[in-house]
């Protein structure tokens, strides 16, 4: 269904969501119309920069494996990481909808 272009009206959205979203994870772009003019589009979501933990993981096992054995980490690593995390905590302000 990748790259689909799927055009519905306002109360379909609204009866058959989980539907939609169905759709749009298989690659589908969904218009919501109000009469002809469009409203609103689902489409899916770009990740952002950076990567997956997953694949994060998945390159330390490669290198460790070209290396011929598992780098340690120094033993500072984790209270520094801890302070990382730490300092980029910030409130969930999510937007408030009407």
């Known amino acids: 269904m990748n790259n ?3 055009h519905v009206s306002e109360a379909e959205a ?8 169905d759709r749009v994870r298989a690659g589908a772009e969904v218009v919501i119309e109000d009469g002809s003019t469009p ?3 689902l489409r899916p979501a770009t990740r952002g920069p950076g ?15 070209k290396l011929g054995y598992t780098p340690t980490l120094d033993s500072d ?14 409130p ?5 909808w009407d």
């Open 39 to 41: 409203i609103a589009v």
């Open 14 to 21: 609204r009866d058959d969501f989980s539907s939609l979203l």
């Open 92 to 96: 969930l302000n999510p937007p408030a």
């Open 51 to 65: 990567r997956l933990l997953s694949e994060s993981i998945m390159l330390a096992e490669e290198h460790a494996r």
């Open 4 to 6: 689909h272009l799927i």
């Open 77 to 90: 690593f984790a209270s520094d990481l801890e302070e990382i995390i730490n300092s980029h905590r910030e």
